[in-house]
């Protein structure tokens, strides 16, 4: 079924004009060296994202405008000007250099949505430090595992985290020297742990940025592959200047907004655009505490005003699920602009958003590895539902056809030109925010690049006038609730368990969080797969690697498909559960 376009939206009266009013004209007039100028330098010298998105309001004598508005769970608002912001993550930076930590050393959070964390991730950034941050969801392994490739040497946490995720695996972490615990001090504190509030209270709050190359590293993100470890994607101070132009463009942040990014803030997005981007285009922004809750969130965007809101498909179908009654308790009449990442957004999502809020989500896409948003439907256009819309300005998609060597390395990256061939997204590098690297893994990385060209790894097609539609993953990640999950990291704790001696690890489709994880367990001599086996595998799992990647359910075979040289075909896994076509079998083991 196709759905019809949607007529570019002229806003309401009063309302400030789009942004980007005229695509072709920003595509042919966009320059980065304009944006940098637009952003201006730091007085010691080249860039940095904490004096993009806090110092510079200082300097400018608009400090006063409130950066952020934190809700806590028990609804309590507090108020945090650009000015105090600034304060704080100079305090910490302070505090950092008081501990000895050295510039490029790795400082990590693992946490919800809470003050300290945009107070660390700024500092960490003035200090000169790396910023890391873990998904709080994550269980001990994920955690250690990325806190061991990145060298974490600082991790600020709350005290309940620290007991439950890294405690039980710290003696795997000789680098972790400092663990910064926001929510205990004196007597209360774990050995091994330390106050961030009295190391903030002893320190003091005047600090110099020192001169930032733009190229320095700046922030790591983890993403997961198909195989091996998580990848840390590099990114530069220089990313900044994307989050600030991308804000613009594609979220049509104007200055003073009040604005939403309901993202976690252990992803990419919950950094990119739950912090610098909207600092560095200088809004409001809303961050609540709480986890996803229909009524609370409708209350959120009618009392905070909300003017642009920035969420996810997975959220937007919880809305959905709990019927437009609980929506209309509200007005919407200051929301100007809605967007969505993460995953494929279907497009009775994008008429709902018209349909309770006057306004259609519009669909971005981007990655951990692009750093900032890269494809969207802009505002002052016609919204095509079920596309991905189109490149930002300074940004050159394209769909190619790769050919591959035989140990799967990509060779050579042609465009395809007709209209609606599959094949994969690809873009020009050289933005910004691109990744630099994956820490510790030169090869993972030169594998993204064909023929000048970035290689997505997302399938995709465009049709004639240039619009991006989404069509699956060349490879086996698993995408839930806009978590990326390596089927890899899931069989590996599997693995360990006394019980199993293989497993492949699955998405299967689900109507709300677009996949859910299965797995498919070979079972050692001695064992037998009962009810009572899978409910404590998958207690197994969880508290290894915690909700979010855990299996939601496991099958018992007695041999999995594989292939002649012993890998287990997932995709056949997934085609035999789904009764789809098993496809090319030509590598399958004969007794598979
Ligand atoms: C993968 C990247 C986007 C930042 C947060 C996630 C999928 C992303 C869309 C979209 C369909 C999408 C892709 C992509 N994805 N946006 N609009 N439509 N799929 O970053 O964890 O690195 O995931 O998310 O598969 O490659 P990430």
Redesign the pocket.
């Known amino acids: 079924m196709s759905y019809e376009t949607l007529a570019a939206d002229g806003g309401r009266p009063g309302e400030p004009t789009a942004i980007l009013e005229d695509y072709d004209r920003a595509c042919a007039t966009f320059d980065w060296d304009e944006t940098r100028r637009l952003l201006g330098r730091l007085p010691a010298g080249g860039l940095n994202i904490a004096h993009a998105a806090l110092d510079r309001w200082v300097v400018n004598g608009t400090g006063d405008r409130v950066a952020m508005r934190f809700i806590s769970r028990q609804w309590q608002r507090r108020n945090y000007s650009y000015a105090e912001l600034s304060r704080l993550s100079s305090r910490f930076a302070n505090v950092l250099q008081d501990l000895g930590v050295e510039p490029g050393d790795r400082v990590f959070t693992l946490a919800g949505r809470i003050p300290e964390l945009y107070v660390s991730l700024f500092g960490a950034l003035k200090f000169g430090a790396v910023y890391s941050p873990l998904f709080s969801a994550f269980g001990p392994e994920p955690v250690s595992a990325r806190l061991e490739i990145g060298g974490g040497r600082v991790l600020v946490t709350t005290r309940s985290l620290y007991r439950r995720k890294v405690l039980p695996v710290r003696d795997r972490l000789p680098a972790l020297e400092h663990v910064l615990l926001t929510d205990a001090s004196g007597a209360e504190l774990p050995p091994g742990t330390r106050s961030f509030a009295e190391l903030m209270d002893a320190a003091g709050d005047a600090w110099r940025i020192p001169p930032t190359d733009p190229e320095a590293l700046a922030l790591l993100?983890f993403?997961?592959g198909t195989t091996g470890k998580p990848k840390g994607?590099m990114h530069a101070h220089e990313a900044v200047v994307a989050h600030y132009a991308t804000g613009r463009y594609a979220l049509d942040l104007h200055p003073g907004d009040v604005y939403w990014c309901t993202?976690d803030p252990g992803?990419?997005?919950g950094i990119?655009y739950g912090a610098i981007s909207p600092l560095a285009n200088g809004v409001t922004m809303i961050i609540d505490e709480e986890e996803f809750d229909a009524a609370r969130w409708y209350r959120i965007l009618d009392e905070e005003r909300v003017n642009v809101w920035y969420t996810a498909?997975t959220a937007i179908r919880m809305l959905m699920k709990q019927g437009k009654e609980l929506a209309a308790a509200h007005h919407y009449d200051r929301l100007r602009h809605l967007a969505?990442?993460?995953?494929?957004?279907n497009p009775e999502g994008v008429l709902w958003g018209k349909e309770v809020f006057g306004r259609p989500f519009h669909?971005?896409?981007?990655?951990?590895?692009?750093g900032a948003?890269m494809?969207a439907n802009f505002r002052g256009a016609e919204v095509r539902p079920g596309s991905?819309g189109r490149p930002v300005p300074g940004i050159e998609a394209s769909i190619v056809r790769v050919s591959r060597d035989d140990d799967g390395n990509p060779v050579a990256a042609e465009p395809v030109t007709e209209p609606g061939t599959h094949g994969e997204?690809a873009l020009q590098p050289g933005w910004p925010s691109m990744f630099r690297g994956y820490l510790g893994n030169e090869a993972r990385y030169r594998r993204c690049f064909a023929g000048g060209w970035y290689l997505?790894?997302?399938m995709a097609k465009r049709d004639a006038d240039g619009w991006f539609w989404?069509v699956?993953?060349a490879d086996d990640?698993i995408?839930s609730a806009?978590?990326?999950i390596s089927p890899f990291e899931v069989e590996s704790v599997l693995l360990e368990h006394p019980a199993v001696a293989e497993a492949g690890v699955i998405g299967l489709p689900d109507p709300v969080a677009g996949e859910v994880v299965k797995a498919f367990v070979e079972l050692k001599p001695g064992h037998a797969g009962s009810d009572e086996l899978a409910l404590q595998l998958v207690g197994f799992a969880r508290k290894r690697l915690g909700a979010a990647l855990a299996p939601r359910s496991i099958a018992f075979s007695s041999r999995l498909p594989r292939t002649r040289s012993g890998k287990i075909m997932r995709r056949l896994l997934k085609a035999r559960e789904l009764g789809l076509p098993e496809g090319d079998t030509s590598t399958l083991e004969q007794n598979g």
């Open positions: 993100h993403t997961s994607a993202a992803w990419v997005t990119s498909p969505s990442v993460g995953e494929p957004l669909d971005t896409w981007w990655q951990t590895e692009t948003i494809i991905m997204l997505s790894g997302d989404f699956g993953r990640v995408k806009g978590h990326l």
